[in-house]
């Protein structure tokens, strides 16, 4: 029995490959497949079923593809209507591989199709649980995902409690529990940062899991505190329900070197976003004007969905070298295809053109302190609510970069804002996109409010977070 989780830390998420006796399961798996079909090759096996345990919001998932190039069975849970063929397990169904057994457990809440994968192993013998959204590790799914005229959040949660308790809390202490995602993901409000666990441990440390809970108090601490979802969740839902373009001609579309010219011409024509992926650093000291900041380095991809309203937005890249490939694929695991191609030579050859660049002031904390105090500074703390209510700068201004495109009236462009995030990243983001829309008096707070804390500027007092 071959078991291995493949986790991205981009997406916060955990593919599974399963392997007995020279047949596979695949659960969950990501956009590009060819790793997943280079395993079961590897291993002289071949992949027989492909099994989602929901339609995902976060990610667009690989299981079209790997069908098509396969011929594997795609499995849903009861009730999951696709535009291509699957087949809808039913409750308590088992299917084989090899000489293991999996089990699929009808487990909505946090949607209706979710459906909980166990284990079995040659022996009988319950092994692990592929929880998907269901449990995670520290907490549960959001059940405010699947909405519809007739059915609430509330009726949501109290299915998951349904869910929890007759499905997963029934099994034995010692089953691997191996979820969908960890820390880092908005499928939850408190993921740990742990990828694999077990059911006794769960029951101890999970607060969704308490013995002693009532429903009514189940459904009142799930939805409690959870911020709105993502603007790019419902519409990768859709994709994993309706079928997307194939990965390779995505990749063949959007991984094209382009030489200034071209690239400016394309940009002019096409109305296309220029996103550069660099490091901060990089960007800090030149960019192309109005071009965006996301960079590779950091939780690029759902910075991506939550900031680009348009799925289908053309997209030309500024990339470091060798990483346009890269770029284009973590664009696709959330459903932007619409990569026209790459800057070839990056900046030095735009540069080289005679063409226009822009550059972002930053500062450091000690500097920042010092103007504070020598003057009245415009503070803006981009960093997300919790964050924000943990600890700040007594004078700051706040809004949660998820949320800047809603936030543009709350400030000015007469007006020069020092801009700081937790390390550094989220206020380069939040400053380019101030400046592509007209914001120019923008300072940014290099190593964000940790550095900051370093300094005597006055604070609030520290609340931990888990109080809030």
Same mark, same amino acid.
């Given at each position: ?17 399963? &392997? ?26 071949? !992949? ?10 976060? @990610? ?43 089990? +699929? ?17 040659? %022996? ?27 059915? $609430? ?79 790019? @969740? ?12 194939? @990965? ?29 992926? #660099? ?20 939780? @690029? ?27 284009? $694929? ?7 295809? %619409? ?47 919790? &964050? ?7 004078? +700051? ?7 800047? %495109?809603? %936030? ?17 990243? #989220? ?24 550095? !900051? ?12 977070? $888990?109080?809030?």
């Amino acid at each position: 029995m071959i078991i291995e989780q493949i986790y991205t830390n981009c997406l916060a998420q955990g593919a599974y490959y399963i &392997e007995s006796q020279g047949e596979v399961a695949i659960i969950d798996p990501l956009r590009e497949t060819q790793p997943y079909i280079d395993k079961a090759n590897k291993n002289k096996a071949k !992949i027989k079923y492909i099994f989602e345990t929901h339609f995902h919001a976060d @990610f667009v998932s690989g299981h079209v593809d790997l069908a098509k190039k396969t011929g594997a069975t795609i499995v849903y849970g009861p009730g999951a209507e696709t535009s291509y063929d699957i087949y809808s397990a039913s409750d308590n169904e088992e299917f084989k591989i090899g000489n293991l057994t999996i089990k +699929a457990l009808h487990t909505p809440g946090h949607t209706l199709e979710s459906t909980t994968y166990l284990l079995i192993d040659e %022996n009988g013998k319950d092994h692990a649980i592929f929880s998907g959204d269901t449990l995670f590790l520290g907490d549960v799914g959001r059940p405010d995902l699947a909405i519809k005229s007739d059915l $609430t959040k509330e009726d949501l949660a109290k299915m998951l409690f349904e869910s929890l308790r007759t499905k997963i809390m029934t099994l034995a202490d010692d089953v691997i529990v191996y979820p969908a995602h960890g820390a880092g993901s908005a499928c939850g409000k408190n993921l740990s940062k742990e990828t694999v666990g077990t059911i006794g441990d769960q029951k101890k440390t999970n607060y969704a899991l308490r013995a002693d809970m009532s429903k009514d108090e189940f459904v009142k601490e799930v939805l409690d505190g959870i911020a709105p979802p993502p603007q790019y @969740f419902a519409k990768n839902a859709m994709l994993n329900k309706m079928g997307y373009d194939n @990965f390779e001609t995505v990749l063949e579309t959007g991984d094209i070197p382009l030489s200034p010219e071209d690239f400016e011409a394309m940009a002019n024509s096409e109305d296309a976003l220029v996103l550069d992926v #660099r490091p901060q650093s990089d960007y800090i000291k030149g960019h192309i004007p109005n071009s965006i900041f996301i960079g590779l380095n950091g939780g @690029f991809a759902p910075w991506v969905g939550a900031l680009i309203t348009d799925i289908k937005q053309p997209i030309l890249l500024v990339v470091p070298e060798g990483k346009s490939k890269e770029a284009v $694929t973590r664009l696709s695991r959330v459903g932007y295809d %619409n990569t026209l191609g790459y800057l070839k030579g990056g900046i030095d050859a735009w540069i080289s053109a005679g063409k226009e660049i822009d550059t972002l002031e930053s500062i450091s904390a000690e500097t920042f302190a010092n103007r504070v105090e020598n003057g009245n500074v415009n503070i803006l703390d981009v960093r997300k609510d919790g &964050e924000y209510a943990s600890m700040h700068l007594e004078d +700051a201004q706040h809004f949660a970069l998820d949320y800047i %495109n809603e %936030n543009m009236n709350a400030i000015s462009k007469d007006k020069t804002y020092h801009i700081h995030c937790a390390g550094g990243y #989220r206020s380069v983001i939040a400053a380019s996109i101030l400046k592509a829309r007209g914001f120019h008096n923008l300072v940014d707070i290099a190593g964000g409010f940790g550095a !900051i804390k370093k300094t005597d500027l006055p604070m609030t007092d520290f609340v931990c977070p $888990t109080t809030l």
